[in-house]
Structure formats: structure tokens, C-alpha cells
């Protein structure tokens, strides 16, 4: 096997191992603490081709990124998107390839990414009341969503985490029920702590913290508190649950940072390389994509997209400062 080069590492030491790929930011869905409503779209040029998400991934494999995941946007709104998990799974290095979706889309598509080397799906689940998803999603139907999930798993698109945004008001009342949901299918639920990423949603008014959530009697109830956690239980860390089937994933980017162990970029659907979520830190790559050149000057650009990578992130609460909402980051 060929050595690999010298792998990115951050200027604080981490090495970088893990690349999230937007490949757009289009969705079907208007998750409010995802895209304020009246932005607008890339357009088709804006965003990058197949084959240049491809070259910029490969580059990188030689690097050290092991782990890619497709995000958007909606990822399975973009057109032949079955045909770039097929070139990136086919990419020396890459040992994992996953996906994150609303699963609105997935009873389509969930064979043909299995056949092309998708390996595993997250999918993002606020939700089990037809109501409550309607306004959540800006208008979208919980149906398709759940008929997703169970062709994902007769696909074996596993494990699956489903992803559980805390919303104070809005779903706290059903995080029992969507842990038994995911039980019932032997597959781990991840709550996660609000981020305030949109300026279309009150994030003070809704936040919820993990903390909280620990504390109800319904979570320990089906949640075993005690066990030792998969991970730094400071971070991000998941719990077996007392039925034995399946898991809770707990995520507190909020109350509990965990900067000091990310190991992740982000390619945005435009080309920038992000090196931070909450940080407008971007590194444009279209100048050594377009025209296709030599791979001295990408290598360039990636190198100093990591370099610029902060000890720690800054979230801000108004929206300024901020020039992109997490639907044109990439999840």
C-alpha cells in the first residue's frame, strides 16, 4: 500500500481525517433553524461539478481524509447524485461514505446509493406528529420521511442515527416517543443542542440543553445514565438504552464544546472550504478548479484552509458577523 503524504493537521495539532461535501443547497424542506426563508440559491454554475467535488475529495484522500459525508441542502435533490457516491466511493482512501438526509427522497433512491458504495445514512427526524412536522419543515409531510427510514433499512443503509434538534416548545414533549422509534428499529437517535445558525428562528426562546434533557424522569426512565459513554461524555457521546436495542446519542455543541478534538472541514456547494462552522473562515478552491490545472495550487488552498482552522469556534447570537446560514454551510 502507498504511504500517505504528509497528512493535514490544524496549526493546534489535530489532524484533520474527516470531509463533509455539500453538494448543494437546495432542499425541499424550510427547516427553520436551518434557512430563513427568501434566500437564495446558488446557481448551477456557482456550484461545483461532479467531477471537481471528485478531484478535491481525491486530493485530499492523499492527505489523510478517510471519512466523507454527502450533505446539502438536500443532497437527494441533486440531479444524479447516485452517480458522484459511485465516484467517490471508488476513491483510494476513503473508507467511509455516508450521507445525511431528510429522507423525503430516500424510498427513491435508498437502492441505487447502496449499490454505488454508500455505506450508512444520518437522517434528520424533529419530529413524529404530522403537525408539528408541517411547521417545523416549512410545509413538508412526515409520510415520505418515515417510508425513507424503512426502505433505508430493508436496503441495509445501516446503522442509521436519526438526528433529534431540541426544540424548547416545540418537541420536547415527544423525545420519549422518538426514543422508542428508534428502538423499535435498532437504531440510535442523536439529540442535538440548537445551534443559532438561523436568524429565522428565536434561538434563545427555544434552546434546550442536554443537561435538561438528562434530567426528566422519561429519558432515564429508557436511557441508561450510567453506562460508560462511547465517547467523551464532555462532547459527543451516545448510551445504550434499557430496552437493548439501539442507542441516544447526546451532542451539546452549546453548553459542552468540543473543539479541541474536531478532526473536520467542509466543502461548501460553491467551492469554499470551511474549516469551522460557526467561523466565516472560508478558502476558495474555484480559482485552482476552474480552469482545471495541476493539483499544486488546490494543494495550496487546502493547506491554508486547514492552517486558518481556530482553537475554538464563536457563536453568534444576532447574526452578525455571520454571512451564511447552516443551509449553505453543509451540515
Do not use: Q
Not at 437504531?187 to 434561538?203: N, Q
Request: proline fraction near 4%; hydrophobic fraction near 40%.
Amino acid at each position: 500500500m502507498d504511504a500517505v503524504k504528509e497528512p493535514l493537521c490544524d496549526s493546534f495539532g489535530r489532524k484533520i481525517t474527516y470531509l463533509r461535501v455539500s453538494v448543494t443547497d437546495r432542499c425541499n424542506h424550510r427547516c427553520t433553524y436551518c434557512a430563513p426563508l427568501g434566500e437564495n440559491h446558488k446557481t448551477r454554475a456557482e456550484i461545483l461539478s461532479f467531477d471537481e467535488i471528485a478531484r478535491v475529495v481525491g486530493r485530499m484522500a492523499e492527505r489523510g481524509i478517510t471519512k466523507v459525508r454527502l450533505t446539502g441542502g438536500e443532497p437527494l435533490v441533486r440531479k444524479n447524485v447516485v452517480e458522484l457516491v459511485g465516484m467517490l466511493s471508488g476513491i483510494k482512501g476513503i473508507e467511509d461514505l455516508s450521507m445525511t438526509t431528510n429522507a423525503s427522497l430516500l424510498s427513491r433512491f435508498a437502492r441505487a446509493l447502496k449499490e454505488n458504495g454508500l455505506k450508512r445514512l444520518n437522517i434528520s427526524l424533529d419530529t413524529l406528529k404530522e403537525d408539528v412536522f408541517r411547521s417545523v419543515s416549512g410545509g413538508g409531510e412526515l409520510r415520505p420521511v418515515l417510508e425513507g427510514i424503512e426502505a433505508a433499512i430493508r436496503e441495509g443503509l445501516v446503522p442509521i442515527k436519526l438526528n433529534c434538534v431540541l426544540l424548547r416548545g416545540i418537541n420536547e414533549d415527544e423525545l420519549a416517543d422518538i426514543i422508542d422509534y428508534a428502538s423499535e428499529r435498532d437504531m440510535t437517535v442523536r439529540f442535538i443542542e440548537l445551534m443559532p445558525m438561523s436568524d429565522g428562528l428565536d434561538w434563545k426562546n427555544h434552546f434546550v440543553s442536554i443537561e435538561d434533557i438528562l434530567k426528566r424522569e422519561d429519558i432515564r426512565k429508557r436511557v441508561d445514565v450510567y453506562a460508560p459513554p462511547e465517547k467523551d461524555r464532555m462532547a459527543a457521546y451516545s448510551l445504550p438504552l434499557k430496552s437493548g436495542k439501539g442507542k441516544a446519542g447526546f451532542i451539546s455543541p452549546m453548553s459542552n464544546r468540543f473543539c479541541h478534538a474536531c478532526n473536520r472541514m467542509r466543502l461548501t456547494s460553491d467551492g469554499k472550504l470551511r474549516s469551522c462552522l460557526p467561523a466565516d473562515m472560508d478558502v476558495d478552491l474555484r480559482p485552482a478548479l476552474r480552469p482545471a490545472g495541476d493539483d499544486s495550487e488546490l494543494i495550496s488552498l487546502i493547506t491554508k484552509a486547514v492552517a486558518i482552522k481556530p482553537e475554538m469556534g464563536v457563536y453568534t447570537f444576532t447574526g452578525e458577523g455571520r454571512e451564511r446560514s447552516m443551509i449553505h454551510i453543509g451540515g
